[in-house]
């Protein structure tokens, strides 16, 4: 097992794996980290579509064209999950009240699926491992791999995770400083623009130096196409098509 605190401060995005299987102890390890997730109320509202069928991450790469997911030996689908509360309700004759309807309702089972994520990627990576989260597994096409993963009302995708054993090593991008993410009691009142401008060129700088693929990308523009590409995504009907009616 690796220290906490190193894999805390290299953590990096792993896109390229060996054909080496990722083993059953391995795969124990990131379940018992999921399966410890943190989440609202302990409603454990989230589920993991655990992919290793080949045919079916080859289905998932055709859709979404992301070559990590047909490379790696696992591939896990973290979902928002009301589905099993719903039908042990209904087993026990309850009112299931129209919480999923609400946006409370959708922030709590992303927050509690977002949790699982992120304790199986300090797990996966503990054990040596490499993994790379996929947000495109949310906006491709959400409706096509719901039917593809046989995903029940009540449940919606997250975000997926490729899981395996790496064949990369990539460079550890640089982040915002402490003083633009870590607020002391309130907010930061300052102008925050020149910390963030030196922050936008030093991204600017790894883009153009860094090894593997190189970009003229600085970050603030590469982020604002990030979000005009996103307009296009209706997540909305893709929930509401899932059983979530998101009335208030």
């Known amino acids: 097992m690796n220290d906490i605190k190193r894999l805390f401060e290299t953590r990096t995005s792993v896109r390229r794996y060996e054909r080496e299987p990722v083993s059953e102890i391995a795969m124990q390890t990131i379940y018992a980290a999921i399966r410890n997730t943190p989440t609202s109320y302990n409603g454990q509202q989230f589920s993991v579509v655990e992919v290793s069928n080949q045919d079916i991450k080859e289905k998932l790469y055709d859709i979404t064209q992301q070559k990590q997911i047909k490379t790696c030996n696992k591939f896990l689908v973290f979902c928002a999950d009301y589905h099993k509360i719903q039908v042990l309700a209904k087993t026990k ?11 409370d309702g959708v922030m709590v089972g992303v927050i509690d699926a977002s949790l699982a994520m992120m304790s199986a990627s300090i797990a996966a990576q503990s054990c040596g491992l490499g993994c790379c989260c996929i947000g495109y597994t949310r906006t491709a096409n959400p409706s096509k791999i ?5 995903l029940p009302k009540g449940v919606f995708i997250v975000c997926g995770m490729a899981i395996g054993v790496p064949r990369e090593t990539p460079d550890l991008k640089p982040k915002q400083s402490q003083d633009l993410l870590i607020h002391k009691d309130n907010y930061r009142t300052d102008d925050i623009s020149k910390d963030m401008n030196e922050y936008d060129i030093q991204i600017a700088e790894y883009n153009k130096t860094r090894s593997g693929t190189t970009s003229d990308n600085d970050w603030c523009s590469h982020i604002l196409d990030y979000y005009k590409e996103g ?3 209706k997540i909305k009907d893709y929930i509401v098509s899932q059983g979530f009616d998101l009335i208030r």
């Open 146 to 150: 719901a039917e593809l993963l046989m």
């Open 93 to 103: 004759g309850l009112d299931f009240p129209p919480f999923i309807d609400t946006l």
């Open 231 to 233: 307009l296009q995504y």
